[in-house]
């Protein structure tokens, strides 16, 4: 199993919000997580990554033979997960070249690998943008700084292209993309994290991003516990039923 | 003849290092003096040296029309202090691009005081701090408007940012305005490194001291983008900062 979840509780400043999440996801297969406003979608992805402030206080994660949660966030990182993010962060005064360029090598170095040259990473962020549909030259400019909602997204897939994870978690990154957005997004997930020895976990609140991105499983959560879980069928059940149906 | 040794009385000297001062005021008492002519001017790139204390006091003066722009790092590792006193003639024009940037029981100042003389100048004060440990930076702008400089265009921009919970930052931009059709706009502010930015680069797999330097660069470094053969002061300013990250 890659990711194996048991009887997951977090609290966020004290207050429950995972109420003994338990989930397990194999390599090559693509889970998504639904579920209403509120119900822990997010928490599970930030405790997964390891966001301060996200506490655990039941349960265990196991990412392949270790333990997620005994991790630093930049050690899973360089373990192979990565977290796409609901709301990207902006952090003026770094470029996105250069900000990528040292995440990638501290990821390397990590493994052991070696860094890439500077000719090496130009080129694969290059190669990278220009599949997601984004303009190379935005990639000079401080991360996130003055993008819009959709060009966030697209720039998290293309980080995430650029790290080639092998467990991506990815937090509503539908949010806020048009229809063509959302296509050429649904094909960077596939083309990125489709792969026998790869897995993800896509949160979502809608069923349309399911449409590009076919998942394997659909789980749904609700008050920070999974409800109910099925095949894809699920989610086209939820888009007709709502969320208070498939959660009684 | 040399200038009185100052005392913490004077407000320029509040923040001051006297102990540290005193030895070396000698060379200092008079300030060192740079005339930039009516129409000509002058870039200057301020790199600090190795020494544990580090004091600069400059007076610039600009002719009608004439341009300076300073950029300074301030990074001693005991006592640091970066003195600019300048004055502006007609249509003349000042920027100064600096940072303080130390740990430990550094004490870093910039002090400076700019003074419109004539019409329609200008002048920028982009100022930065990172200090960690129990380090204090402190930046004293005055800016004086003389009664006949209308059209007067100043900015001072100071920003700080506090690593630990022993340093400290003292921000106070002055305006002294005798004229009555100016612009002269004043900001501080002093903080501490943002959660979300650290939790984003840790995410991405760089390690808490490196998320932090990176981050610290993105506040500093933009200051010396324009700085001619830029690279020494950069490469400083980054190894300053790592140092503290």
């Not at chain 1, 697209?154 to 995430?160: D, I, L, N, Y």
């Not at chain 1, 976990?201 to 499983?217: A, G, N, S």
Request: aromatic share 6%; glycine share 10%; hydrophobic share 45%.
């Amino acid at each position: 199993m890659m990711l194996k979840i048991d009887n997951l509780h977090a609290t966020v400043a004290e207050k429950p919000i995972l109420n003994g999440v338990s989930l397990a996801v194999p390599a090559g297969e693509v889970h998504a997580i639904m579920g209403p406003n509120g119900s822990g979608k997010s928490t599970l992805a930030y405790v997964l990554a390891g966001r301060p402030g996200y506490e655990v206080s039941e349960g265990s994660v196991r990412f392949e033979a270790r333990d997620l949660l005994a991790m630093e966030p930049h050690e899973r990182a360089a373990a192979g997960l990565f977290l796409g993010f609901q709301y990207p962060v902006e952090i003026p005064g770094v470029s996105m070249l250069q900000f990528l360029r040292e995440s990638l090598n501290a990821q390397r170095r990590a493994r052991g690998e070696d860094e890439l040259s500077g000719a090496e990473f130009i080129r694969l962020a290059r190669e990278q943008a220009t599949a997601l549909g984004m303009d190379v030259e935005m990639l000079k400019r401080s991360v996130n700084v003055g993008f819009s909602g959709g060009e966030k997204k697209r720039s998290e897939m293309v980080q995430m292209g650029i790290m080639g994870p092998r467990f991506a978690v990815l937090d509503e990154t539908d949010s806020g993309l048009d229809i063509d957005a959302l296509r050429t997004v649904g094909a960077g997930i596939n083309r990125i994290m489709r792969a026998p020895d790869k897995a993800v976990l896509l949160i979502t609140h809608y069923q349309r991003l399911l449409d590009y991105v076919k998942p394997d499983k659909v789980h749904v959560l609700s008050r920070g516990k999974i409800v109910r879980s099925g095949g894809p069928e699920l989610a086209h059940e939820l888009e007709l039923e709502g969320y208070a149906e498939a959660a009684a | 003849m040399s200038a009185p040794f100052p005392t913490r009385k004077q407000e320029q000297w509040r923040y001051a290092d006297l102990e540290a001062l005193q030895p070396i005021w000698e060379q200092l008492a008079e300030p060192e003096s740079i005339a930039v002519l009516p129409g000509q001017s002058v870039e200057q790139v301020w790199v600090p040296g190795t020494d544990e204390v580090q004091v600069r006091r400059v007076q610039l003066v600009l002719g009608e029309g004439a341009k300076a722009r300073i950029f300074a790092l301030n990074t001693a590792a005991h006592y640091g202090r970066i003195e600019l006193g300048v004055t502006l003639a007609d249509d003349a024009d000042f920027e100064l691009f600096g940072a303080n940037i130390g740990g430990g029981s550094s004490n870093l100042e910039i002090v400076t005081n700019v003074r419109h003389d004539g019409q329609r100048g200008r002048s920028r004060q982009t100022v930065r701090s990172v200090l960690g440990g129990k380090a204090v930076g402190t930046y004293l702008g005055k800016v004086e408007v003389a009664r006949d400089a209308q059209k007067t265009d100043a900015e001072q921009s100071v920003k700080a940012l506090l690593l630990d919970r022993g340093a400290m930052a003292n921000c106070k931009p002055e305006l002294e305005i005798f004229a009555d059709d100016v612009k002269c706009a004043h900001g501080a502010s002093v903080g501490e490194l943002d959660a979300d930015q650290l939790f984003y680069a840790m995410s991405r797999a760089l390690d808490p001291a490196t998320a932090r330097a990176l981050l610290l660069e993105g506040f500093v470094m933009g200051l010396w983008d324009d700085a001619p053969a830029g690279e020494p002061i950069r490469d400083l300013a980054r190894a300053a900062l790592r140092a503290i990250a």
